[in-house]
């Protein structure tokens, strides 16, 4: 292992840790290995439980810190919005100030390099503020783009005040950046188009085959069956948040339509997961025609999602079919239902994804309700050899081009020449060269 050297600070509000959380997200699967490259990472997030918004500190605390082996965690505190949703805007506003407050992150070892990770771009700004008052390099991590993401999901016009704030952010971003990186192929050409020009890096989202226990599956009874084994039923199942992104209207009324058609007499639906829109799905549940087929899990830690998504016999995803997503989509959920070794109905009109690309299921556009309700009966109509093929080329795939060994290596690799750039005033030579975008 390298001389660690070097820390990285990385400021990401809705970064998991597993010891707290029971889930490990991208920013702590890079953090753990960094150190195997000579980069100590602090991951500097919010108290706040992202999606369910529910608070993780006690009254009166304001920070917590968390050591590991590799890496650490510093989490100030949010505003926990699990009751009253609008107070997720103060929760980012108030997890900003904090970050950029004196003395919030004292103790913490001094950063060589800061990267400025969004889902909301404050606290990609804020990463570049830190940045500047330590005078060390800034990497800007996009995981979407805004304001692109919010006007083509209608949350924003192209006008609106806001639409030019976060423009400002994003040009202020890219300007002091060292190195854009992000899990989207195509940000770089997005930002390149808009004549913001930098360094630009892809490192796509991932999966730790480390964490991942194949052989731990719990099974679970189905919905009107008297065992955990019955053969006559097949469960189609959804992990992850429910919220406009995720588009599970249509995989409700795909459901209803597919239990509705010759073979589709024994599909069952398994929704895991919570988020803002979980009350309207449940209430759209109970109009199909076999609610008694669909089944809502609430919240569960990642290893018992991962329990019921190997006890299912395929697994769905959708998207919107937004121009938004030829930029490019690395869903966590892509790579953790390949991991898992199931067959995936994915709606998505996009020119290439993972799933596709391993051969690992059935692909449709996002949205149409015939035609996931068509992939659902295929899948159902397959025998369980092809079904069991299908699920082991997914995770062959999955293993071989997006293990976090190999993405946390390239990551190191950008965060060097990031800092090799800053340091001598010019390009570095090699690798954090402007991607041309292509998969692994």
């Known amino acids: ?15 998991t840790n597993a010891e707290r959380d029971g889930r490990s997200g991208r920013h702590e699967q890079l953090a753990r290995r960094l150190g195997a490259s000579g980069w100590r990472a602090v991951v500097v997030a919010a108290s706040t439980d992202h999606p369910s918004g529910r608070q993780t500190f006690g009254p009166g605390r304001l920070r917590a810190r968390w050591r590991g ?66 005078g060390v390099p800034f990497v800007y991590e996009p995981r979407d783009l805004w304001p692109e993401t919010l006007v083509q999901f209608g949350v924003l016009s192209r006008r609106h005040p806001v639409t030019r704030l976060l423009e400002s952010l994003q040009r202020r971003a890219v300007a002091q950046a060292a190195l854009v990186v992000s899990p989207l192929e195509g940000a770089g050409r997005y930002l390149a188009d808009r004549g913001l020009h930098a360094p630009f890096l892809w490192v796509p989202n991932g999966v730790s085959a480390d964490r991942d226990a194949p052989g731990t599956t719990t099974e679970h009874a189905r919905p009107g069956t008297d065992t955990d084994t019955d053969t006559d039923t097949f469960e189609i199942a959804y992990l992850g948040s429910m919220g406009p992104a995720n588009a599970l209207g249509a995989v409700v009324e795909a459901f209803d339509r597919a239990s509705r058609s010759p073979g589709g007499e024994r599909l069952v639906l398994r929704l895991v ?12 549940a109970a109009l199909c025609l076999h609610a008694d087929r669909v089944v809502f899990e609430g919240h569960v830690s990642q290893g018992r999602a991962r329990q019921l998504g190997r006890a299912a016999d395929c697994l769905v995803a959708n998207l919107q079919p937004l121009d938004l ?3 490019g989509t690395s869903l966590n959920k892509f790579f953790e239902y390949l991991l898992l070794g199931k067959p995936v109905v994915l709606g998505a009109s996009v020119d290439s994804d993972p799933v596709t690309d391993a051969g690992a299921g059935v692909r449709v556009p996002g949205d149409d ?70 998969r692994p």
């Not at 159902?380 to 081009?401: F, S």
């Open 69 to 134: 082996p590799a890496h650490e965690f510093v989490w100030l505190r949010g505003v926990g919005y699990d009751r009253l949703r609008v107070l997720r805007a103060l929760d980012v506003l108030v997890f900003t100030a904090l970050v950029l407050l004196p003395g919030a992150l004292r103790g913490l070892p001094a950063p060589d390099l800061v990267v400025g990770s969004s889902v909301h771009p404050l606290a990609a700004w804020a990463g570049a503020r830190l940045a500047r008052r330590h």
């Open 273 to 284: 997961g919570t988020g803002s829109q979980r009350a309207e799905l449940i209430a759209r």
């Open 369 to 438: 309700v015939e035609a996931l309700a068509g992939a659902m009966l295929a899948l159902a109509a397959l025998t369980p050899d092809e079904r069991t093929a299908m699920g082991e080329r997914g995770r062959r795939h999955v293993l071989e081009h997006y293990d976090y060994d190999v993405l946390a290596a390239r990551f190191a690799a950008g965060l060097d020449d990031a800092a090799v750039t800053s340091a001598s005033g010019r390009s570095a030579p090699g690798r954090a060269a402007p991607s041309d975008g292509r």
């Open 325 to 327: 997503y030829r930029h």
């Open 1 to 15: 292992m390298s001389t660690v050297d070097r820390t990285a600070w990385i400021v990401n509000h809705h970064a």
